[in-house]
Nanobody, 121 residues
Framework: QVQLVESGGGLVQAGGSLRLSCEASIRTFSNYVMAWFRQGPGREREFVGNIYGNTYSRNYATSVKGRFTISKDDAKNTVYLQMNNLKPEDTAVYYC??????????????WGQGTQVTVSS
């Protein structure tokens, strides 16, 4: 059973930075796509970005492109979300998700518990 544990959320002022971490209990990290999603108050969950375990290819939502960066450390089975120039609209619970590369793009089988990010204006 894959477990994902996020950490690093908190309160930050607009323009500030935070780095979220997601530690995964995955034996072969390179076989998975890791992603970040978020759900703001009164909003639906939305895709933030992902990284492919084998190619390191990354994709980002338009709203965060140029401000957020996803990276991973295979030795630590950990994915990071570096968030810079944060805006109040980035306030949300951020979730880490994982799926095997061989599965369909929307079939995120594993989810973390979420970590709260609050950006004050």
């Amino acid at each position: 059973q894959v477990q994902l544990v996020e950490s690093g959320g908190g309160l930050v002022q607009a323009g500030g930075s935070l780095r979220l971490s997601c530690e995964a209990s995955i034996r072969t990290f390179s076989n998975y796509v890791m992603a970040w999603f978020r759900q703001g108050p009164g909003r639906e969950r939305e895709f933030v970005g992902n990284i492919y375990g084998n190619t390191y290819s990354r994709n980002y939502a338009t709203s965060v492109k140029g401000r957020f960066t996803i990276s991973k450390d295979d030795a630590k089975n950990t994915v990071y979300l570096q968030m810079n120039n944060l805006k109040p609209e980035d306030t949300a619970v951020y979730y880490c998700a994982a799926r095997r590369i061989s599965t369909p793009a929307d079939s995120w089988a594993y989810w973390g518990q979420g970590t709260q990010v609050t950006v004050s204006s």
